[in-house]
């Protein structure tokens, strides 16, 4: 079985009181979390140290935006994941969409983050996606799956058990278009196959999250695809309500039956 993930990507929002007051609106909602999902916030480095506090005793998981690939040393403004391990955090956002845009993050780089990450025992959450011109162009399949194999190059089974992988649609997160749950799980399918190729049935245990505006309004529909084993979750994270009612959807859909055969109807 695949247990959900729900997890809240909060971007650059949110200091202290913000990170005191959101955490506090959700728990209020949300007392307790089903065994059956597991639900995941990244606040600003800034407000970690808080999170993790105000969230000790609460079944509600920690993890960073970003972490640097070298162990220490001279990196200015970085964060390291010895660092983020010793605040408390157990995953880690690697290869972000704006990351790689906005800060020119290549395939080779995402994948040393990951290596990093892994080795500090931190799961990465892996972020792959096409732009809307590729899409347009035809080449999404294509893009997707050099990143993917990129990302879980030389990795052993140990290893990928430990990654999530989170499709991000760049096309559908604010530029008016829309993914449908049909593409979205179209997508899903063809990471889980290439994973499948590479690692056989390990792949089964591999969560896939759909990372483009997923939000009460779509989550029932998205999280009952067969291939779509959580989100990550951008705006909707910031407000408690939108939040937790994801959350709850999550846990009415329960636990994903992994199927024996995984396949894909689109190949590169």
């Not at 969230?55 to 640097?68: F, P, R, T, W």
């Not at 999404?140 to 990928?160: I, P, R």
């Not at 290439?194 to 989550?219: C, H, T, W």
């Amino acid at each position: 079985m695949r247990k959900l993930l729900i997890a809240g990507n909060w971007k650059m929002n949110g200091g202290a009181e913000f990170t005191s007051d959101l955490l506090s609106a959700i728990k209020n909602q949300k007392p307790t979390i089903s065994e059956e999902v597991d639900v995941l916030v990244c606040p600003t480095f800034v407000s970690l140290s808080m999170a993790i506090d105000q969230l000790h005793e609460s079944d509600i998981l920690v993890g960073a935006q970003n972490v640097h690939e070298a162990e220490k040393g001279a990196y200015t403004g970085e964060i390291s994941a010895s660092m983020l391990v010793e605040a408390g955090c157990s995953y880690v956002l690697v290869g972000h969409s704006e990351r790689r845009a906005y800060y020119h993050e290549d395939d080779a780089l995402v994948h040393k983050k990951i290596q990093t990450a892994l080795a500090h025992e931190l799961s990465p959450v892996v972020c792959v996606g096409e732009l809307l011109a590729e899409r347009k162009e035809g080449r999404h399949f294509e893009v997707v799956k050099t990143q993917t194999l990129a990302a879980f190059e030389g990795l052993s089974d140990e290893q990928v058990v430990q990654i999530v992988v989170a499709y991000e649609p760049v096309w559908a997160i604010g530029t008016g278009e829309t993914a449908s749950p049909e593409q979205a799980q179209e997508m899903h399918a063809f990471i889980r196959s290439i994973l499948a190729e590479q690692f056989g049935d390990v792949a089964q245990a591999i969560r896939l999250l759909y990372g483009g505006s997923m939000k009460p309004a779509n989550a029932q529909e998205l999280l009952s695809r067969a291939d779509v084993d959580g989100g990550l979750i951008g705006g909707a994270s910031l407000d408690a309500e939108s939040f937790v009612s994801i959350i709850e959807i999550a846990e009415s859909l329960s636990t994903k039956t992994i199927e024996p055969n995984p396949s894909s109807t689109s190949e590169v």
